[in-house]
């Protein structure tokens, strides 16, 4: 069975900080990793994905993500949060072997202040 | 944006009677997906399909029922709905199983 876990409900950045929105997966075969982020009343916007390659992936909106398939997480980061950053962000994984089934994580909270 | 569209956007029902719930895309994508998302447990599948005519169960399957007869529909039916299905439902929409999905803005669901 595939699982993913965000260990924090709530992030909370000031503007213009770094910021890390934490991810640890667990699946059998080899992880397709995703992020995604969610705004009020709209479904969810791909960010970012890890399927094979580089560990550090660069997305949109100036996020990135680094695989460490030792620590198996995918944490998201933002060097320069932004206000526009504040949303609730998922993280997704699907097994390679399992063609079709991703498992979302239950999302964490960032709340950039200014 | 992707071209995915769900209908209705909002509804209220009562508990025992039927709802359907449509997904239309129009990018041909093969994968189409339901999920359902509640507080506290993020989004959870309900079915997916890979084909026409093609479709699989989720970890929340109980209850529901797909069909996807055209490339472009999948629809979703809660055949007699409970007030444990209240909840919001997203559609989304993959080319392949490995590229990302695009999502739907979501349909409202409530039972009483």
């Known amino acids: 069975a595939q699982s993913v876990a965000q260990p924090e409900d709530q992030v909370n950045v000031a503007e213009g900080n770094p910021l890390t929105v934490k991810c640890t997966y667990s699946?059998?075969?080899?992880?397709?990793l995703f992020w995604y982020v969610q705004y009020p009343n709209r479904g969810l916007q791909f960010l970012l994905k890890?399927?094979?390659?580089?560990?550090l992936v660069k997305g949109s909106y100036g996020f990135e993500a680094e695989f460490n398939k030792s620590q198996t997480s995918f944490h998201l980061k933002k060097p320069s949060a932004l206000v526009s950053d504040s949303a609730l962000y998922f993280c997704a994984v699907r097994d390679n072997t399992n063609a079709g089934k991703s498992t979302f994580g239950d999302g964490t909270t960032l709340t950039v202040k200014p | 944006d992707a071209g995915i569209t769900q209908s209705p956007r909002h509804k209220v029902t009562e508990t025992g009677t039927p709802v359907t719930l449509r997904c239309h895309q129009t990018?041909?994508?093969?994968?189409m997906y339901w999920y359902r998302q509640d507080p506290g447990h993020g989004l959870r599948l309900i079915h997916y399909s890979y084909g026409v005519k093609d479709t699989d169960k989720g970890e929340v399957s109980d209850g529901y029922s797909v069909s996807r007869s055209k490339t472009e529909d999948f629809l979703l039916t809660l055949e007699s709905a409970t007030s444990s299905q209240t909840s919001v439902y997203f559609c989304?929409?993959?080319?392949?199983?490995?590229?990302?999905?695009?999502f739907g803005d979501g349909t409202r669901l409530s039972i009483l």
């Open positions: 989304a929409i993959s080319p392949e199983a490995d590229q990302p999905q695009h």
């Open positions: 890890y399927i094979t390659g580089d560990n």
């Open positions: 699946v059998s075969g080899n992880p397709y």
């Open positions: 990018e041909n994508h093969r994968y």
